[in-house]
Protein backbone atom coordinates (compact mmCIF):
# COMPACT_ATOMS: atom_id res chain seq x y z
CA UNK A 1 0.00 0.00 0.00
CA UNK A 2 1.34 3.35 -0.86
CA UNK A 3 2.14 6.48 1.69
CA UNK A 4 1.39 9.90 2.62
CA UNK A 5 4.52 12.25 3.02
CA UNK A 6 3.71 12.07 6.71
CA UNK A 7 3.99 8.24 6.85
CA UNK A 8 7.03 8.16 4.49
CA UNK A 9 8.97 10.77 6.72
CA UNK A 10 7.88 9.12 9.69
CA UNK A 11 9.15 5.16 8.34
CA UNK A 12 12.57 6.93 7.57
CA UNK A 13 13.05 8.68 11.24
CA UNK A 14 11.96 5.88 13.05
CA UNK A 15 13.35 2.69 11.17
CA UNK A 16 10.38 1.20 9.79
CA UNK A 17 8.05 1.21 7.79
CA UNK A 18 4.73 2.50 9.50
CA UNK A 19 1.26 3.74 8.31
CA UNK A 20 -1.88 5.19 10.02
CA UNK A 21 -2.40 4.93 13.28
CA UNK A 22 0.98 3.56 14.48
CA UNK A 23 2.67 5.13 17.51
CA UNK A 24 6.34 5.42 16.78
CA UNK A 25 9.17 7.06 18.70
CA UNK A 26 10.95 9.24 15.95
CA UNK A 27 14.45 10.45 15.80
CA UNK A 28 13.97 14.73 15.34
CA UNK A 29 16.65 16.66 13.05
CA UNK A 30 15.80 20.10 15.02
CA UNK A 31 14.10 21.56 18.39
CA UNK A 32 13.35 24.78 18.62
CA UNK A 33 11.26 26.88 21.61
CA UNK A 34 10.03 30.32 21.89
CA UNK A 35 10.21 32.84 25.03
CA UNK A 36 6.42 32.00 25.76
CA UNK A 37 7.64 28.52 26.14
CA UNK A 38 10.87 27.90 27.09
CA UNK A 39 11.04 29.17 30.28
CA UNK A 40 8.52 26.30 31.34
CA UNK A 41 10.31 23.74 29.24
CA UNK A 42 13.73 24.98 31.32
CA UNK A 43 12.10 24.14 33.98
CA UNK A 44 10.96 20.74 32.68
CA UNK A 45 14.00 20.14 31.45
CA UNK A 46 15.25 20.27 35.49
CA UNK A 47 12.39 18.26 36.26
CA UNK A 48 13.51 15.58 34.18
CA UNK A 49 17.06 16.10 35.22
CA UNK A 50 18.61 16.72 32.18
CA UNK A 51 22.11 16.76 31.91
CA UNK A 52 22.73 17.92 28.71
CA UNK A 53 21.06 18.36 25.02
CA UNK A 54 20.84 15.64 22.51
CA UNK A 55 22.93 18.09 20.35
CA UNK A 56 23.35 21.61 20.69
CA UNK A 57 23.76 22.24 17.72
CA UNK A 58 20.37 20.87 16.70
CA UNK A 59 18.62 23.00 18.90
CA UNK A 60 17.85 27.05 18.79
CA UNK A 61 15.94 29.17 21.68
CA UNK A 62 14.67 32.47 20.00
CA UNK A 63 13.60 35.79 21.77
CA UNK A 64 10.76 36.71 19.83
CA UNK A 65 7.56 37.14 20.96
CA UNK A 66 7.73 40.05 23.66
CA UNK A 67 11.11 41.54 21.98
CA UNK A 68 12.43 43.62 23.29
CA UNK A 69 11.24 43.37 26.51
CA UNK A 70 8.11 45.57 27.44
CA UNK A 71 8.43 44.53 31.44
CA UNK A 72 10.93 43.18 34.48
CA UNK A 73 8.97 39.99 34.67
CA UNK A 74 9.45 39.25 30.63
CA UNK A 75 13.14 40.26 30.89
CA UNK A 76 13.70 37.86 34.01
CA UNK A 77 12.53 35.14 31.51
CA UNK A 78 14.61 35.80 28.40
CA UNK A 79 17.81 36.02 31.01
CA UNK A 80 16.29 32.30 31.86
CA UNK A 81 16.65 31.29 28.52
CA UNK A 82 20.09 33.09 27.82
CA UNK A 83 21.38 31.15 30.68
CA UNK A 84 20.68 28.08 29.76
CA UNK A 85 22.04 28.63 25.83
CA UNK A 86 25.02 29.59 27.55
CA UNK A 87 24.91 26.43 29.65
CA UNK A 88 23.78 23.77 27.28
CA UNK A 89 25.56 25.30 23.93
CA UNK A 90 22.63 25.44 22.31
CA UNK A 91 22.33 28.31 19.84
CA UNK A 92 20.57 31.46 20.84
CA UNK A 93 18.24 34.20 18.58
CA UNK A 94 18.11 37.42 20.51
CA UNK A 95 15.70 40.33 20.18
CA UNK A 96 15.91 41.99 16.76
CA UNK A 97 16.73 38.59 15.18
CA UNK A 98 13.26 37.61 13.93
CA UNK A 99 10.32 35.49 14.58
CA UNK A 100 11.21 31.87 14.97
CA UNK A 101 9.44 30.57 12.43
CA UNK A 102 11.36 32.62 9.91
CA UNK A 103 14.59 32.45 11.68
CA UNK A 104 14.22 28.22 11.35
CA UNK A 105 13.02 28.76 7.37
CA UNK A 106 16.36 30.90 6.83
CA UNK A 107 18.42 28.66 9.25
CA UNK A 108 19.42 25.97 5.99
CA UNK A 109 18.78 23.25 8.75
CA UNK A 110 15.66 22.48 7.25
CA UNK A 111 14.59 20.93 4.44
CA UNK A 112 13.03 18.38 2.43
CA UNK A 113 12.36 14.71 4.43
CA UNK A 114 13.30 16.87 7.83
CA UNK A 115 11.23 16.28 10.85
CA UNK A 116 11.02 19.34 13.79
CA UNK A 117 9.76 19.66 16.80
CA UNK A 118 8.86 23.32 18.08
CA UNK A 119 7.30 24.80 21.13
CA UNK A 120 5.05 27.02 19.30
CA UNK A 121 1.86 25.54 17.06
CA UNK A 122 3.20 27.55 14.01
CA UNK A 123 5.95 25.43 13.74
CA UNK A 124 4.15 23.46 10.41
CA UNK A 125 5.47 26.38 8.33
CA UNK A 126 8.19 24.43 7.31
CA UNK A 127 6.01 22.03 6.14
CA UNK A 128 5.95 23.84 2.55
CA UNK A 129 10.04 23.08 2.27
CA UNK A 130 8.23 18.83 2.12
CA UNK A 131 9.18 18.75 6.00
CA UNK A 132 7.19 17.22 8.79
CA UNK A 133 7.55 19.77 11.57
CA UNK A 134 4.95 20.72 13.99
CA UNK A 135 4.02 22.21 17.54
CA UNK A 136 4.31 20.73 20.58
CA UNK A 137 4.20 21.77 24.14
CA UNK A 138 6.79 22.80 27.05
CA UNK A 139 7.08 19.25 28.29
CA UNK A 140 7.29 17.35 25.42
CA UNK A 141 10.10 20.06 24.12
CA UNK A 142 11.97 19.01 27.05
CA UNK A 143 11.50 15.35 26.32
CA UNK A 144 13.10 16.05 23.13
CA UNK A 145 15.43 18.47 24.15
CA UNK A 146 17.32 15.16 26.44
CA UNK A 147 16.14 12.27 23.82
CA UNK A 148 16.44 13.65 20.57
CA UNK A 149 13.53 11.90 20.17
CA UNK A 150 9.42 12.51 20.14
CA UNK A 151 6.24 10.24 20.17
CA UNK A 152 3.51 10.23 17.75
CA UNK A 153 0.66 8.83 16.44
CA UNK A 154 0.75 8.27 12.85
CA UNK A 155 -1.97 10.56 11.57
CA UNK A 156 -4.25 10.28 8.30
CA UNK A 157 -3.97 13.14 5.54
CA UNK A 158 -6.38 15.44 3.59
CA UNK A 159 -5.21 16.17 1.04
CA UNK A 160 -6.42 19.84 -0.95
CA UNK A 161 -5.94 20.22 -4.68
CA UNK A 162 -5.83 23.28 -6.13
CA UNK A 163 -6.28 23.89 -9.52
CA UNK A 164 -6.11 27.07 -11.67
CA UNK A 165 -4.69 30.23 -11.23
CA UNK A 166 -5.05 33.14 -8.76
CA UNK A 167 -6.26 35.91 -9.70
CA UNK A 168 -4.49 39.40 -9.91
CA UNK A 169 -4.82 41.13 -6.07
CA UNK A 170 -6.04 37.75 -4.95
CA UNK A 171 -3.04 35.64 -2.76
CA UNK A 172 -1.90 32.47 -1.04
CA UNK A 173 -3.55 34.38 2.21
CA UNK A 174 -6.66 34.59 0.50
CA UNK A 175 -6.38 30.57 -0.05
CA UNK A 176 -5.79 29.20 3.22
CA UNK A 177 -8.28 31.77 4.60
CA UNK A 178 -10.96 30.10 2.14
CA UNK A 179 -9.67 26.75 3.16
CA UNK A 180 -9.97 27.09 6.71
CA UNK A 181 -13.34 28.70 6.20
CA UNK A 182 -14.26 25.46 4.17
CA UNK A 183 -13.04 22.45 6.34
CA UNK A 184 -13.56 24.97 9.85
CA UNK A 185 -11.58 25.15 13.11
CA UNK A 186 -10.82 21.88 13.73
CA UNK A 187 -11.62 20.29 10.20
CA UNK A 188 -8.56 19.16 10.00
CA UNK A 189 -7.77 17.68 13.68
CA UNK A 190 -5.49 14.79 14.12
CA UNK A 191 -4.94 14.72 10.39
CA UNK A 192 -1.53 15.97 8.45
CA UNK A 193 -2.54 17.96 5.84
CA UNK A 194 -1.25 17.80 2.20
CA UNK A 195 -1.75 20.76 -0.40
CA UNK A 196 -1.35 20.16 -3.93
CA UNK A 197 -2.32 21.28 -7.53
CA UNK A 198 -1.00 23.78 -10.29
CA UNK A 199 -2.32 26.57 -8.58
CA UNK A 200 0.39 25.48 -5.11
CA UNK A 201 2.99 24.55 -7.83
CA UNK A 202 2.60 28.78 -9.31
CA UNK A 203 3.12 29.98 -5.58
CA UNK A 204 7.02 31.41 -4.56
CA UNK A 205 8.58 29.14 -1.66
CA UNK A 206 7.23 32.80 0.29
CA UNK A 207 3.95 32.25 -0.61
CA UNK A 208 3.53 28.83 0.17
CA UNK A 209 5.10 29.54 3.60
CA UNK A 210 1.87 30.96 4.38
CA UNK A 211 -0.20 28.30 3.36
CA UNK A 212 1.51 25.90 5.51
CA UNK A 213 1.52 28.58 8.37
CA UNK A 214 -1.79 28.55 9.24
CA UNK A 215 -2.45 24.34 8.53
CA UNK A 216 -2.70 24.40 13.05
CA UNK A 217 -5.61 26.76 12.26
CA UNK A 218 -8.05 23.80 10.56
CA UNK A 219 -6.74 21.83 13.24
CA UNK A 220 -4.00 20.00 11.63
CA UNK A 221 -0.52 18.86 12.76
CA UNK A 222 1.06 19.60 9.43
CA UNK A 223 0.80 21.20 6.51
CA UNK A 224 2.61 19.42 3.86
CA UNK A 225 3.92 20.14 0.38
CA UNK A 226 5.96 18.23 -2.21
CA UNK A 227 9.32 19.81 -3.07
CA UNK A 228 10.36 21.22 -6.46
CA UNK A 229 13.16 23.78 -7.75
CA UNK A 230 12.22 26.65 -5.42
CA UNK A 231 12.11 24.22 -2.49
CA UNK A 232 15.74 23.29 -3.13
CA UNK A 233 16.75 27.22 -4.43
CA UNK A 234 15.71 28.57 -1.15
CA UNK A 235 17.33 25.76 1.31
CA UNK A 236 20.26 26.35 -0.80
CA UNK A 237 19.90 30.05 -0.35
CA UNK A 238 20.81 29.66 3.29
CA UNK A 239 23.47 27.07 3.13
CA UNK A 240 21.41 24.38 3.34
CA UNK A 241 21.98 20.66 1.68
CA UNK A 242 21.90 16.75 1.57
CA UNK A 243 18.10 16.70 1.35
CA UNK A 244 15.90 14.53 -0.52
CA UNK A 245 12.31 15.04 -1.63
CA UNK A 246 9.42 13.36 -0.08
CA UNK A 247 6.82 12.53 -1.95
CA UNK A 248 3.31 10.80 -1.71
CA UNK A 249 2.63 7.52 -3.43
CA UNK A 250 0.38 7.82 -5.83
CA UNK A 251 -1.66 5.03 -4.65
CA UNK A 252 -1.25 6.72 -0.50
CA UNK A 253 -4.53 6.48 1.06
CA UNK A 254 -6.09 9.81 2.17
CA UNK A 255 -8.74 10.30 5.02
CA UNK A 256 -10.18 12.93 2.32
CA UNK A 257 -9.45 14.59 -1.18
CA UNK A 258 -10.87 18.13 -1.53
CA UNK A 259 -10.57 19.91 -5.31
CA UNK A 260 -11.01 23.34 -5.93
CA UNK A 261 -10.41 25.42 -8.81
CA UNK A 262 -8.97 28.77 -7.66
CA UNK A 263 -9.80 30.50 -10.35
CA UNK A 264 -12.28 32.56 -9.57
CA UNK A 265 -11.54 33.45 -5.78
CA UNK A 266 -11.70 37.19 -4.69
CA UNK A 267 -9.97 38.40 -1.59
CA UNK A 268 -10.95 36.30 1.77
CA UNK A 269 -10.82 37.48 5.34
CA UNK A 270 -11.54 36.08 8.70
CA UNK A 271 -14.11 38.31 10.60
CA UNK A 272 -13.83 38.81 14.60
CA UNK A 273 -13.51 36.09 16.56
CA UNK A 274 -12.80 32.87 14.77
CA UNK A 275 -10.04 32.44 12.42
CA UNK A 276 -12.58 29.85 10.39
CA UNK A 277 -15.07 32.86 10.39
CA UNK A 278 -14.47 33.90 6.28
CA UNK A 279 -16.22 36.19 4.50
CA UNK A 280 -14.95 37.22 0.69
CA UNK A 281 -14.31 40.46 1.17
CA UNK A 282 -17.08 41.90 -1.35
CA UNK A 283 -19.63 41.25 1.82
CA UNK A 284 -16.97 43.48 4.29
CA UNK A 285 -16.04 46.42 2.56
CA UNK A 286 -16.59 49.57 3.93
CA UNK A 287 -16.30 48.95 7.66
CA UNK A 288 -14.01 51.66 9.07
CA UNK A 289 -10.35 50.21 10.70
CA UNK A 290 -8.24 52.08 13.17
CA UNK A 291 -5.06 49.73 12.92
CA UNK A 292 -3.02 48.06 10.26
CA UNK A 293 -0.43 45.61 10.86
CA UNK A 294 1.77 43.74 7.75
CA UNK A 295 4.19 41.41 9.28
CA UNK A 296 3.93 38.04 11.81
CA UNK A 297 4.95 34.85 10.78
CA UNK A 298 2.46 34.57 8.45
CA UNK A 299 2.98 37.45 6.08
CA UNK A 300 5.81 39.23 7.46
CA UNK A 301 7.99 38.22 4.81
CA UNK A 302 9.78 40.18 1.83
CA UNK A 303 7.56 39.45 -0.20
CA UNK A 304 5.22 40.87 1.56
CA UNK A 305 6.77 44.16 2.11
CA UNK A 306 7.05 44.46 -1.49
CA UNK A 307 3.40 44.17 -2.50
CA UNK A 308 3.07 46.80 0.48
CA UNK A 309 5.23 49.09 -1.14
CA UNK A 310 4.41 48.74 -4.36
CA UNK A 311 1.04 50.12 -3.11
CA UNK A 312 2.13 52.76 -0.89
CA UNK A 313 4.31 54.06 -3.38
CA UNK A 314 3.49 57.95 -3.81
CA UNK A 315 0.19 57.26 -1.30
CA UNK A 316 0.01 57.56 2.06
CA UNK A 317 -2.34 56.03 4.73
CA UNK A 318 -4.95 57.52 6.01
CA UNK A 319 -4.58 60.15 9.05
CA UNK A 320 -7.41 57.62 10.84
CA UNK A 321 -5.25 54.37 10.59
CA UNK A 322 -2.02 53.38 12.52
CA UNK A 323 -0.43 51.11 10.29
CA UNK A 324 2.32 49.00 11.60
CA UNK A 325 4.94 47.06 10.18
CA UNK A 326 6.93 44.15 11.48
CA UNK A 327 9.50 42.20 9.37
CA UNK A 328 9.55 38.34 10.07
CA UNK A 329 13.58 38.79 10.77
CA UNK A 330 16.76 40.64 10.42
CA UNK A 331 17.37 39.29 6.55
CA UNK A 332 13.88 40.87 5.44
CA UNK A 333 14.66 44.32 7.72
CA UNK A 334 18.27 44.89 6.00
CA UNK A 335 16.84 43.57 2.85
CA UNK A 336 13.61 45.46 2.58
CA UNK A 337 15.87 48.67 3.86
CA UNK A 338 18.62 48.48 0.65
CA UNK A 339 15.81 48.51 -2.25
CA UNK A 340 14.18 51.05 -0.24
CA UNK A 341 10.70 49.37 0.92
CA UNK A 342 10.76 50.16 4.26
CA UNK A 343 11.34 53.97 2.86
CA UNK A 344 8.59 53.96 1.31
CA UNK A 345 6.30 52.14 3.83
CA UNK A 346 7.86 54.74 6.70
CA UNK A 347 7.30 57.81 4.35
CA UNK A 348 3.50 56.45 3.31
CA UNK A 349 2.78 57.11 7.41
CA UNK A 350 4.08 53.69 8.51
CA UNK A 351 5.66 52.37 11.84
CA UNK A 352 8.17 49.84 11.90
CA UNK A 353 8.79 47.68 15.07
CA UNK A 354 11.32 45.25 16.09
CA UNK A 355 11.42 42.25 13.81
CA UNK A 356 10.00 39.47 15.66
CA UNK A 357 6.12 39.02 16.26
CA UNK A 358 5.29 42.56 16.65
CA UNK A 359 1.76 43.09 17.70
CA UNK A 360 0.76 39.73 17.20
CA UNK A 361 -0.24 38.22 20.39
CA UNK A 362 -0.95 41.49 22.33
CA UNK A 363 2.06 41.51 24.67
CA UNK A 364 3.08 45.28 22.98
CA UNK A 365 3.63 46.99 19.89
CA UNK A 366 0.10 47.98 19.15
CA UNK A 367 -2.42 47.09 21.95
CA UNK A 368 -5.73 48.26 20.28
CA UNK A 369 -8.04 50.28 22.37
CA UNK A 370 -11.78 49.13 23.38
CA UNK A 371 -14.25 49.20 20.81
CA UNK A 372 -11.35 49.70 17.82
CA UNK A 373 -11.22 47.47 14.69
CA UNK A 374 -7.78 45.95 13.81
CA UNK A 375 -6.96 44.49 10.50
CA UNK A 376 -3.79 42.41 10.01
CA UNK A 377 -2.65 39.85 8.20
CA UNK A 378 -1.94 37.29 11.44
CA UNK A 379 -2.79 34.01 11.23
CA UNK A 380 -4.76 34.56 14.80
CA UNK A 381 -8.04 36.90 15.61
CA UNK A 382 -9.40 35.08 18.80
CA UNK A 383 -11.21 38.09 21.36
CA UNK A 384 -8.06 39.57 23.24
CA UNK A 385 -5.43 37.81 21.13
CA UNK A 386 -4.14 41.09 20.38
CA UNK A 387 -4.22 42.04 24.29
CA UNK A 388 -7.73 44.11 24.35
CA UNK A 389 -10.83 42.02 24.14
CA UNK A 390 -13.36 44.90 23.39
CA UNK A 391 -11.19 45.10 20.29
CA UNK A 392 -12.21 43.02 16.88
CA UNK A 393 -9.76 42.21 14.69
CA UNK A 394 -10.12 41.10 10.73
CA UNK A 395 -7.34 39.00 9.26
CA UNK A 396 -6.42 39.49 5.60
CA UNK A 397 -3.76 39.32 2.77
CA UNK A 398 -0.74 42.09 2.76
CA UNK A 399 -2.39 43.63 0.00
CA UNK A 400 -5.81 44.03 1.62
CA UNK A 401 -4.63 45.51 4.72
CA UNK A 402 -2.96 47.81 2.99
CA UNK A 403 -5.61 48.77 0.56
CA UNK A 404 -7.54 49.01 3.80
CA UNK A 405 -5.05 51.30 5.47
CA UNK A 406 -5.27 53.55 2.37
CA UNK A 407 -8.70 54.47 2.86
CA UNK A 408 -9.72 53.86 6.29
CA UNK A 409 -11.97 51.14 5.78
CA UNK A 410 -12.20 47.67 4.48
CA UNK A 411 -11.14 47.66 0.80
CA UNK A 412 -10.65 45.68 -2.01
CA UNK A 413 -6.74 45.77 -3.27
CA UNK A 414 -7.47 45.47 -6.70
CA UNK A 415 -8.61 49.13 -6.73
CA UNK A 416 -4.71 49.44 -6.32
CA UNK A 417 -2.92 46.11 -7.36
CA UNK A 418 -1.90 45.50 -10.95
CA UNK A 419 0.35 42.62 -11.23
CA UNK B 1 -9.14 9.13 40.54
CA UNK B 2 -12.16 9.87 41.27
CA UNK B 3 -13.23 13.36 41.39
CA UNK B 4 -16.58 15.38 42.42
CA UNK B 5 -17.97 18.93 41.81
CA UNK B 6 -20.17 21.34 40.13
CA UNK B 7 -19.69 22.08 35.92
CA UNK B 8 -19.06 25.38 34.87
CA UNK B 9 -20.08 24.95 30.89
CA UNK B 10 -18.15 26.90 28.24
CA UNK B 11 -18.85 26.18 24.27
CA UNK B 12 -17.16 25.17 21.04
CA UNK B 13 -13.46 25.70 20.17
CA UNK B 14 -12.51 27.13 23.14
CA UNK B 15 -8.52 28.78 22.41
CA UNK B 16 -5.59 28.75 24.52
CA UNK B 17 -5.90 32.06 23.94
CA UNK B 18 -9.25 32.03 26.15
CA UNK B 19 -7.98 30.09 28.58
CA UNK B 20 -4.70 32.15 30.12
CA UNK B 21 -4.71 35.42 27.59
CA UNK B 22 -0.87 35.71 25.81
CA UNK B 23 -0.66 39.01 27.90
CA UNK B 24 0.26 37.18 31.66
CA UNK B 25 1.58 34.59 29.92
CA UNK B 26 4.85 36.25 28.73
CA UNK B 27 5.32 37.66 32.74
CA UNK B 28 5.36 35.12 34.72
CA UNK B 29 5.97 31.00 35.57
CA UNK B 30 4.15 31.76 39.00
CA UNK B 31 1.22 29.67 38.04
CA UNK B 32 -0.96 30.80 40.86
CA UNK B 33 -0.88 33.78 39.32
CA UNK B 34 -1.91 33.13 36.10
CA UNK B 35 -4.72 30.97 37.16
CA UNK B 36 -6.27 33.97 38.48
CA UNK B 37 -6.80 35.08 35.05
CA UNK B 38 -7.88 31.71 33.55
CA UNK B 39 -11.60 32.00 31.03
CA UNK B 40 -11.22 36.22 31.39
CA UNK B 41 -12.10 36.73 28.22
CA UNK B 42 -14.97 35.15 27.89
CA UNK B 43 -15.81 35.70 31.82
CA UNK B 44 -14.10 38.15 34.31
CA UNK B 45 -15.08 36.81 37.08
CA UNK B 46 -14.95 33.03 36.22
CA UNK B 47 -11.57 32.53 38.48
CA UNK B 48 -13.59 33.72 42.12
CA UNK B 49 -16.64 31.62 40.68
CA UNK B 50 -14.36 28.12 40.67
CA UNK B 51 -15.06 25.93 43.92
CA UNK B 52 -11.68 23.17 44.21
CA UNK B 53 -12.48 20.21 42.60
CA UNK B 54 -15.19 21.65 39.87
CA UNK B 55 -14.91 20.66 36.23
CA UNK B 56 -14.48 22.90 33.19
CA UNK B 57 -17.16 21.35 30.64
CA UNK B 58 -17.08 22.63 27.02
CA UNK B 59 -17.88 21.27 22.92
CA UNK B 60 -16.08 20.25 20.43
CA UNK B 61 -11.46 21.41 19.91
CA UNK B 62 -11.14 22.76 23.37
CA UNK B 63 -8.06 23.86 23.55
CA UNK B 64 -7.33 24.58 20.33
CA UNK B 65 -4.70 27.48 19.26
CA UNK B 66 -1.18 27.84 20.36
CA UNK B 67 0.94 24.92 21.54
CA UNK B 68 1.22 27.09 25.81
CA UNK B 69 1.48 24.81 28.44
CA UNK B 70 0.34 27.99 30.73
CA UNK B 71 -3.09 26.71 29.60
CA UNK B 72 -3.20 23.35 31.04
CA UNK B 73 -1.40 24.40 33.93
CA UNK B 74 -3.69 27.14 34.71
CA UNK B 75 -6.59 25.51 34.36
CA UNK B 76 -5.12 22.83 37.10
CA UNK B 77 -3.40 25.02 39.46
CA UNK B 78 -6.87 27.48 39.30
CA UNK B 79 -8.13 24.72 41.40
CA UNK B 80 -10.55 22.74 38.53
CA UNK B 81 -10.04 18.74 38.28
CA UNK B 82 -10.61 17.75 34.75
CA UNK B 83 -11.59 19.17 31.82
CA UNK B 84 -14.26 17.34 29.91
CA UNK B 85 -15.31 18.05 26.20
CA UNK B 86 -16.82 16.75 22.90
CA UNK B 87 -13.60 16.59 21.71
CA UNK B 88 -9.83 18.30 22.08
CA UNK B 89 -7.37 19.96 19.93
CA UNK B 90 -4.32 17.55 19.50
CA UNK B 91 -1.67 19.87 21.45
CA UNK B 92 -3.70 20.76 24.01
CA UNK B 93 -4.38 17.65 24.64
CA UNK B 94 -0.89 15.99 25.02
CA UNK B 95 -0.05 19.24 27.21
CA UNK B 96 -2.50 18.35 29.67
CA UNK B 97 -1.55 14.85 30.04
CA UNK B 98 2.45 15.51 30.21
CA UNK B 99 1.60 18.03 32.97
CA UNK B 100 -1.21 15.48 34.66
CA UNK B 101 -4.51 17.50 33.93
CA UNK B 102 -6.86 14.71 33.21
CA UNK B 103 -8.77 15.45 29.98
CA UNK B 104 -12.33 13.80 29.39
CA UNK B 105 -13.62 13.23 26.33
CA UNK B 106 -17.47 12.69 26.18
CA UNK B 107 -21.02 13.88 25.30
CA UNK B 108 -20.85 17.38 27.35
CA UNK B 109 -24.48 18.01 26.09
CA UNK B 110 -25.57 15.41 28.57
CA UNK B 111 -24.23 18.64 31.23
CA UNK B 112 -25.66 21.67 31.79
CA UNK B 113 -24.09 24.64 34.37
CA UNK B 114 -23.64 24.03 37.79
CA UNK B 115 -24.64 20.47 37.62
CA UNK B 116 -23.27 18.12 39.83
CA UNK B 117 -20.72 15.45 38.69
CA UNK B 118 -18.53 13.03 39.93
CA UNK B 119 -16.01 11.81 37.54
CA UNK B 120 -13.95 8.38 37.84
CA UNK B 121 -11.58 8.21 35.60
CA UNK B 122 -10.52 4.69 36.60
CA UNK B 123 -14.01 3.11 35.63
CA UNK B 124 -14.10 5.89 33.13
CA UNK B 125 -17.54 7.19 33.73
CA UNK B 126 -19.25 10.08 34.54
CA UNK B 127 -22.27 10.54 36.91
CA UNK B 128 -24.23 13.49 36.83
CA UNK B 129 -26.18 14.25 39.94
CA UNK B 130 -28.35 16.63 40.00
CA UNK B 131 -30.31 14.43 36.27
CA UNK B 132 -29.49 10.94 37.67
CA UNK B 133 -27.89 9.97 34.56
CA UNK B 134 -24.42 8.04 34.01
CA UNK B 135 -22.07 9.46 30.82
CA UNK B 136 -19.75 7.09 29.56
CA UNK B 137 -16.39 8.25 28.65
CA UNK B 138 -13.96 7.76 25.77
CA UNK B 139 -10.93 5.90 27.11
CA UNK B 140 -7.61 7.71 27.23
CA UNK B 141 -4.92 6.03 24.62
CA UNK B 142 -2.89 3.63 25.71
CA UNK B 143 0.25 5.75 25.63
CA UNK B 144 -1.39 8.58 27.19
CA UNK B 145 -2.36 6.56 30.42
CA UNK B 146 0.89 5.36 30.37
CA UNK B 147 2.39 8.38 30.73
CA UNK B 148 -0.58 9.58 32.98
CA UNK B 149 0.15 6.50 35.22
CA UNK B 150 4.31 7.50 35.46
CA UNK B 151 2.74 10.86 36.73
CA UNK B 152 3.02 12.88 33.61
CA UNK B 153 6.22 13.09 31.19
CA UNK B 154 8.29 14.38 33.66
CA UNK B 155 8.00 11.94 35.99
CA UNK B 156 8.43 9.10 33.19
CA UNK B 157 11.75 10.55 31.66
CA UNK B 158 13.29 10.49 35.47
CA UNK B 159 11.99 6.79 35.53
CA UNK B 160 13.22 5.97 32.32
CA UNK B 161 15.40 8.99 30.60
CA UNK B 162 14.06 8.59 27.44
CA UNK B 163 10.89 8.33 25.73
CA UNK B 164 9.34 4.67 26.81
CA UNK B 165 6.46 3.77 25.36
CA UNK B 166 5.21 0.37 24.90
CA UNK B 167 4.81 -0.29 21.17
CA UNK B 168 2.68 -3.38 22.14
CA UNK B 169 0.20 -2.15 24.18
CA UNK B 170 -0.33 0.77 21.86
CA UNK B 171 -1.19 -1.41 18.67
CA UNK B 172 -4.39 -0.99 17.43
CA UNK B 173 -5.06 2.25 18.61
S1 LIG C 1 4.05 35.99 14.82
FE1 LIG C 1 2.24 35.59 16.02
S2 LIG C 1 1.55 33.55 15.39
FE2 LIG C 1 3.66 33.82 14.65
S3 LIG C 1 4.94 32.90 16.25
FE3 LIG C 1 4.75 35.09 16.72
S4 LIG C 1 2.99 35.25 18.11
FE4 LIG C 1 2.90 33.23 17.13
Known amino acids: ?419 | MEFKGHAHKFGDDINTDYIISGKYKFKTLDMNELAKHVMEDLDQDFYSKITAGDFLVAGRNFGCGSSREQAPLAIKYAGLSAVLAKSFARIFYRNAINTGLPVVECDTDQIEPGDELTVDLAAGVIHNMTRGITIAVKPLPPVMLQILNDGGLAAHFRKYGEFKLDQEENDGL
Open chain 1, 1 to 419: MGQTIIEKILSNKSGKKVGTGDIVVAAVDFVMGQDGTSPLAINAYRAMEGQKLFDPSRVALVIDHSSPSPLEGVSNLHTLMRDFSRETGCKMYDIGDGVCHQLMLESGNIGPGSLVVGADSHTCTYGALNAFSTGVGSTDLAGALISGKMWFKVPETIKFVCHGTLPSGVYSKDLILFLIGQVTADGATYLSAEYTGEAIGALSIEARFTISNMAIEMGAKAGLMEADEKTFDWVKRYGGSGFTAVSADPDAVYAKVLEYDVSGLEPQLAKPHRVDNVAPLSELAGRPIQEAVIGTCTNGRLEDLRIAAGMLKGRRVSPDVRFIIAPASRDIYVQAMREGVLETLVLAGGAVVTPGCGPCVGTHNGVPSDGETVISTANRNFKGRMGNRNAEIYLASPATVVASAITGQITDPREFVSR
